[in-house]
C-alpha cells in the first residue's frame, strides 16, 4: 500500500535525528507521534522507512490524514514535558 499522504520534513529529520522508530497514534488531542516504548506497533500497520528508522501508522488511521506535520510531534513533546512535572 503506497500512502496518500506525505510527511514534513522538519518530522523526517526529528525521527532520523532521534534514532528511534514511531508510530503514528491517536490521542484526544488528534493525531500523535510517539516512539515506540510509549506505544506499540501492530501487525496490520503500515512501515515507512525513514533513514535508518521506521514510522509506522495504522492502515486505518491513513485513510484519514493528509500529511504527518510537526503539530503531531508537539503533541508528545508538551504531554512528555508536563508528565515530569
Same mark, same amino acid.
Given at each position: *500500500?503506497? =500512502?496518500? /499522504?506525505?510527511?514534513?520534513?522538519?518530522?523526517?529529520?526529528?525521527?532520523?535525528?532521534?534514532?528511534?522508530? /514511531?508510530?503514528?497514534? %491517536?490521542? #484526544?488531542?488528534? =493525531?500523535? +507521534? +510517539? =516512539? +515506540?516504548?510509549?506505544? #506499540? =506497533?501492530?501487525?496490520?500497520? *503500515?512501515?515507512?522507512?525513514?533513514?535508518?528508522n521506521i514510522l509506522y501508522v495504522s492502515?486505518?488511521?491513513?485513510?484519514?490524514?493528509?500529511?504527518?506535520?510537526?503539530? *503531531?510531534?508537539?503533541?508528545? +513533546?508538551?504531554?512528555?514535558?508536563?508528565?515530569? %512535572?
Open positions: *500500500m503506497i =500512502p496518500a /499522504f506525505s510527511i514534513d520534513e522538519k518530522v523526517r529529520a526529528y525521527i532520523r535525528k532521534s534514532g528511534q522508530d /514511531f508510530r503514528l497514534s %491517536t490521542s #484526544s488531542d488528534g =493525531p500523535v +507521534l +510517539l =516512539p +515506540l516504548g510509549e506505544t #506499540s =506497533p501492530k501487525p496490520s500497520d *503500515m512501515k515507512i522507512l525513514i533513514g535508518s492502515k486505518l488511521q491513513a485513510k484519514y490524514i493528509k500529511k504527518i506535520d510537526w503539530p *503531531m510531534v508537539e503533541r508528545y +513533546l508538551s504531554s512528555s514535558n508536563e508528565s515530569k %512535572t
